[in-house]
T-cell receptor, first 112, second 114 residues
Framework: RKEVEQDPGPFNVPEGATVAFNCTYS??????FFWYRQDCRKEPKLLMS???SGNEDGRFTAQLNRASQYISLLIRDSKLSDSATYLC?????????????FGTGTRLKVLA | EAQVTQNPRYLITVTGKKLTVTCSQN?????MSWYRQDPGLGLRQIYY???????DKGDVPEGYKVSRKEKRNFPLILESPSPNQTSLYFC?????????????FGQGTRLTVV
């Protein structure tokens, strides 16, 4: 079982739709949580950090449930430009430092 | 402009021919790492470095070497590449501690070993 699990998709949604991605992590020592966006064959870029209180950035809302070890990302009013792969990332302590653990990503395609 | 620069972007090589992928960052970050990305497996860490002259193995270090002689540079060396090292490689850097900090990635190097 992978340490960070995501539904690979693809999620094909029409423009304007609301779409939600979920992610679970297995290591309870995980300390911080992120969503990264990766366009096809390009480098991952930080979309947003995820906090227990939930956080919002425009059309994007991220939630963390530490008890269930579950992270979510909600995208409202989807745009064509939102088409990408969304990586769930957790950061946990290891050998005196921290380490990013990446999910395999959820692919989103927004259709006109 | 803050960035991580990898070279080359694309490389096709033959089995056994030593190669180096360079990585340089201009953000004065202490922490740097190398990942490979394969379909269905996601990004896996190869090696990381917490500072100059301090490097350590990640999850998939076999067949790779790294060095960190200067803070800005973190080259990845494949002494004898094999076809199972065909992959998309990313270098990343971040401030230390990396607990809550953003990782910045290079543009990637697509390596094919034939």
């Amino acid at each position: 079982r992978k340490e960070v699990e995501q539904d690979p998709g693809p999620f094909n949604v029409p423009e304007g739709a609301t779409v939600a991605f979920n992610c679970t992590y297995s290591n309870s020592a995980s300390q911080s949580f992120f969503w990264y966006r990766q366009d096809c064959r390009k480098e991952p870029k930080l979309l947003m950090s995820v906090y227990s209180s939930g956080n919002e950035d425009g059309r994007f809302t991220a939630q963390l449930n530490r008890a269930s070890q579950y992270i979510s990302l909600l995208i409202r009013d989807s745009k064509l430009s939102d088409s990408a792969t969304y990586l769930c990332v957790v950061n946990r302590p290891t050998s005196g430092t921290y380490k990013y653990i990446f999910g395999t990503g959820t692919r989103l395609k927004v259709l006109a | 402009e803050a960035q991580v620069t990898q070279n080359p972007r694309y490389l096709i090589t033959v089995t056994g021919k030593k190669l180096t992928v360079t990585c340089s960052q201009n953000m004065n970050h202490e922490y740097m790492s190398w990942y490979r990305q394969d379909p269905g497996l996601g990004l896996r860490q190869i090696y990381y470095s917490m500072n100059v002259e301090v490097t350590d193995k990640g999850d998939v270090p076999e067949g790779y070497k790294v060095s960190r002689k200067e803070k800005r540079n973190f080259p990845l060396i494949l002494e004898s590449p094999s076809p199972n090292q065909t992959s998309l490689y990313f270098c990343a850097s971040s401030d230390r501690p990396i607990r809550d900090t953003e990782a910045f990635f290079g543009q990637g190097t697509r390596l094919t070993v034939v």
